[in-house]
């Protein structure tokens, strides 16, 4: 929910009210996607169209880009133990599909370019830019040297080809 409230509202529902409000949105659509292994959680990513992160809208740094049905991934979280074995890019691959079938043209993340020294999990939760980039997604904004917004450009599906009319069907078709 920090990402999609602005401060205030989410200090105010911190705990029980932010629940609440997320097991809304999982009614709804779900609002990320869960990697387990052996049938334990071991990681997460929020993903959803850019407009439902009003932390976005309201960031000098991660204001939108112009595109049209972009969707974000802005957060992962993978469990202690399974870091450093590719899980954010394996939820990263997931997310775009996900998006995808969901009409996305394009998805967004906004990782940390900072990779030069090893930093605490709370100040890489958006993921690495590397991951980003392995994942075949291009930067198309970078307000600040360490957080650079990337992008992935999703191909269109071909529009549905029309069964050819036959008999009866193409007189009435006609005319």
Known sequence: ?????PLAEFRKAKGAGNRRALRTLVAHRPPG?????????????????REEYLRLAN?????PVAGERVWAAPCFFVKTSHRGRGLTGA??????????????????GYPSANRA????????????ESTFRRAGFREVARRSPTR???RRELARRAPARR??????ARARARG
């Open 148 to 150: 650079p917004i990337l």
């Open 59 to 63: 960031s000098r740094v991660l204001e």
């Open 117 to 128: 020294e090893r930093q605490p999990p709370a100040f890489v939760y958006s993921g690495f």
């Open 1 to 5: 929910m920090w990402m999609r409230l």
């Open 33 to 49: 996607l869960l990697a387990y292994e052996a049938g334990e959680p071991v990681g997460w990513v929020a993903v959803g169209p």
């Open 91 to 108: 939820l990263l691959e997931a997310a775009t599909a996900f998006a995808k079938r969901r009409g996305a043209r394009s998805v967004e």
């Open 163 to 168: 069964a050819p009319v036959r008999g009866a």
